[in-house]
């Protein structure tokens, strides 16, 4: 394994007189066969896809207590050339599921990416490079979305999955783990951890990534490094969009307070919180009332969306949580 001290290389890294620096390739599942089946041999084929100076591996974390995806992740293993690891983290909660990767990885770098996701055919290679340019402590990429059910206008006015793009080598305070890569180094370093006070609510990515740049890090966006996200009808609806709005407000908020000092710094940020969400509250209202007065689905929808982050962010302050994640 490589120390800070032995850069890696920008991809492709070519001869090098340095062991080759070893990489993860996480996948969290949970009772997802048919969609793990087909990534699976994608990020197998990523791994192949890797010069010289990278060794590749891939990790599956099975979140089902029954052990579902155990059987079809031991038959790629025996078929492949590439090393494919199977773990099983039993506790029902994301974030455990999270920390059981950082903790089985043992290697310098690990990248994360959702069971029910496809990267492009470049994304490991990119996603390296941009590492190997940054020596940044996390690369993150852009996920864009494919549906099984094509979203309705209301939704697609209110840009419900549109997420953001910038240049490459932009400088981020925030990122998700569906297109993440770490320098576990760094993370080692700083002791982090994905918090199990967030296993049902979702947000431990949000928090996780605001600590490490807290601490001084960098995390640098990657646009090329492209992963798609296949939306199942299920989440193709006005209740589902609406609240992952709330979500999202609430994660900010209980992660902002999360980050505050206990004394004299949650109070006021407990308080610019209420405001913020507040003004949301008010302006998305206003922004559906016109919307409805005037018949225009933008205002409407977008409004909408406004209010209803601005509504988490108004419970995130004063300690309700949303549990999206809960299960039966």
Do not use: K
Not at 52 to 63: C, F, K, T
Not at 76 to 100: D, G, K, L, M
Not at 111 to 116: C, K, L, N, P, S
Not at 184 to 205: I, K, N, P, S, W
């Amino acid at each position: 394994m490589t120390t800070p001290e032995q850069d890696p290389r920008p991809d492709p890294p070519g001869a090098v007189d340095v062991a080759p620096v070893s990489v993860t390739l996480a996948a969290l599942t949970f009772r997802r066969p048919q969609d793990l089946a087909l990534l699976l041999p994608e990020l197998v084929a990523q791994a192949r896809r890797q010069g010289p100076g990278w060794d590749v591996g891939v990790l599956v974390v099975d979140n089902d207590p029954d052990r579902g995806a155990q059987d079809a992740v031991l038959a790629c293993a025996a078929a492949s050339t590439v090393p494919v690891r199977y773990t099983h983290e039993p506790e029902p909660s994301i974030a455990a599921a999270r920390n059981r990767a950082l903790n089985e990885a043992g290697t310098r770098l690990l990248v994360f990416i959702d069971d029910d996701e496809r990267p492009s055919p470049d994304w490991l290679s990119l996603l390296l490079a941009e590492f190997g340019r940054s020596r940044a402590a996390a690369v993150v990429g852009p996920v864009v979305s494919t549906f099984q059910v094509e979203p309705d206008a209301w939704i697609e006015a209110g840009g419900f999955f549109r997420r953001r793009r910038m240049p490459s080598g932009s400088r981020v305070a925030l990122a998700a783990t569906n297109n993440l890569l770490l320098d576990l180094d760094v993370v080692r370093r700083h002791g982090l951890q994905f918090d199990r006070a967030y296993a049902l609510t979702g947000g431990e990515d949000m928090l996780f990534s605001r600590q490490l740049d807290a601490r001084g890090e960098q995390i640098v966006w990657c646009d090329e490094a492209v992963v798609t996200d296949v939306v199942p009808a299920a989440r193709v609806t006005h209740r589902f969009v609406t609240m992952r709005a709330f979500s999202h407000g609430n994660s900010w908020a209980r992660t902002s307070l999360s980050m505050a000092d206990r004394w004299p710094g949650r109070p006021l940020v407990r308080a610019r919180l209420l405001g913020r969400g507040g003004s949301r509250v008010l302006a998305g209202g206003l922004r559906v009332l016109l919307g409805r007065v005037a018949r225009r689905t933008d205002h409407d929808a977008r409004g909408t969306r406004t209010m209803m982050r601005g509504v988490g962010m108004v419970g995130g302050a004063v300690g309700w949580r949303y549990e999206e994640y809960r299960r039966p």
